[in-house]
C-alpha cells in the first residue's frame, strides 16, 4: 500500500505585517486624527467668536429686514457682510491673513431691533449764521422767539407751497400767527396796523410806550402799543399830515425800507446798478432806491414767481412779509438760512 503525498501547509491569516504595511498604516491613521483635530479646532474657534457665515446673503441684498453694506460701510455700520465673512473664512483656511482680523467680525443680527442707531451731534448746526458773521449788525432789542417744540400746520398752506418754510419758521416762534379756522390766508394783504404787530414781536424793547398822536388812530386802538413801539424803534413813520393810515395795505417796498431802516442795513456804494438787477426798477420809487439796494445786497428781498421782478408798489401779501421778514432775521444772524429758488442773491 502506498502512502499519499504530505498535504502542503495553507498559509496563515494571521501573518505578520511588513515593515511597509506598519508604516503605510501609521501615516493613514495620522493623517484622520490631523483632520479631525483641525476640524474641531476650527468649527470651536468659530463658535467662541460667534462668526455665522451665510452664504445666501449677498452683500447689499436685504437680509432680515436690515440692509447688509458692504467694504467700508459695513464696518461703519457695525454689521459685516456675509460677503466680508466669507472672505476672512476662507483666507484663515487657507493659512492667508484676513484682511480684517477675526476678532473684528460682527454677525448679522437676526433681531433688528437689537441694533442701537447711531446718532451723531454736530458741534456746529449747519446753515447757522454766527452772529459774528451776520451780515447786519442788529440792534440789541431785536429777539427772536424760542420755536415750538410742534410745527404749526395750516390747511390752506400745502407742503409745495413756495413760501411755505418761511411761514411755517415764523408760525412756529409765534412771530406769525393764523386764523381761528386754522387757516393763514397767504395770499392776504398785510395792513401797516398788522405790520406794526409783527415788528412789536421780534423788537423788544424796555422803552416807555406813551401814545403817538396820530389823528386817526381812535382811543383804545388795539394795535397803538405795536404801532408806538414800531415808530419809536424806526421801523415805521407818520404821514405828514399827522396821520399813520393804520387799515392801508403796506407795499412790498415799503416793508423793505422798514427793515433797512429798523435794522440799520448799510447802504451799498451805487445803489441804482443795485437796483439793475430787477426787470422793473423803473418802478421803485426815487426815495426807495437806497432801501432796496440795501435789502438786495443783505439777502432780505424774495421775489415770487419770478425772482428779477420785484413788483415794488404792489401790497405785501402775509406769504410774501413771512418770506422777506425771515430773510430780514437770517441777515440779522438770528434764524438759519432756508434753501429757495426765489431769494434774490446779487
Not at 474641531?40 to 468659530?46: E, F, H, S
Not at 452772529?131 to 429777539?143: G, M, Q, R, T
Not at 415799503?254 to 456804494?269: D, I, M, R, T, Y
Request: no cysteine; aromatic share 6%.
Amino acid at each position: 500500500m502506498t502512502n499519499p503525498p504530505p498535504v502542503e501547509p495553507r498559509p496563515s491569516r494571521n501573518r505578520d505585517l511588513g515593515f511597509d504595511d506598519a508604516i503605510a498604516m501609521l501615516i493613514a491613521f495620522g493623517t484622520i486624527g490631523a483632520v479631525l483635530w483641525w476640524g474641531l479646532n476650527q468649527k470651536g474657534a468659530d463658535l467662541a467668536q460667534g462668526v455665522q457665515v451665510t452664504p445666501s446673503a449677498e452683500a447689499g441684498s436685504v437680509f432680515e429686514g436690515l440692509t447688509v453694506p458692504e467694504g467700508e460701510a459695513s464696518q461703519a455700520s457695525g454689521i459685516t457682510s456675509s460677503a466680508d465673512q466669507a472672505a476672512a473664512q476662507s483666507a484663515g483656511q487657507s493659512g492667508l491673513s484676513p484682511q480684517v482680523p477675526r476678532s473684528d467680525l460682527v454677525p448679522a443680527p437676526n433681531n433688528p431691533t437689537a441694533v442701537a442707531p447711531v446718532i451723531i451731534a454736530p458741534a456746529v448746526v449747519p446753515g447757522r449764521i454766527p452772529a459774528s458773521s451776520a451780515a447786519i449788525a442788529p440792534p440789541s432789542e431785536l429777539v427772536v422767539p424760542a420755536a415750538q417744540a410742534t410745527p404749526v400746520e395750516f390747511s390752506d398752506v400745502a407742503a409745495d407751497y413756495w413760501a411755505r418754510p418761511f411761514i411755517a419758521a415764523l408760525a412756529q416762534r409765534g412771530i406769525l400767527t393764523g386764523f381761528s379756522d386754522g387757516t393763514f390766508k397767504p395770499d392776504e394783504p398785510v395792513s401797516r396796523s398788522q405790520y406794526a404787530a409783527l415788528i412789536e414781536t421780534i423788537f423788544q424793547t424796555d422803552a416807555a410806550q406813551n401814545p403817538i398822536a396820530f389823528n386817526d388812530i381812535p382811543e383804545g386802538f388795539w394795535a397803538t402799543p405795536a404801532i408806538n413801539t414800531a415808530v419809536k424803534t424806526g421801523f415805521m413813520k407818520g404821514f405828514p399830515e399827522g396821520t399813520f393810515l393804520p387799515d392801508q395795505p403796506i407795499s412790498r417796498v415799503q416793508v423793505l425800507a422798514s427793515l433797512v431802516n429798523g435794522l440799520k442795513v448799510s447802504q451799498p456804494a451805487s445803489p441804482t446798478d443795485v437796483v439793475k438787477l430787477y426787470q422793473d426798477s423803473a418802478q421803485i420809487p426815487a426815495w426807495a432806491v437806497p432801501a432796496a439796494a440795501s435789502a438786495t445786497q443783505a439777502g432780505m428781498v424774495v421775489n415770487y414767481p419770478v425772482r428779477d421782478v420785484l413788483n415794488p408798489n404792489q401790497p405785501i401779501t402775509r406769504a410774501e412779509i413771512s418770506a422777506v421778514v425771515h430773510q430780514a432775521l437770517v441777515a440779522a444772524g438770528k434764524l438759519d438760512p432756508i434753501p429757495s429758488d426765489y431769494i434774490v442773491r446779487p
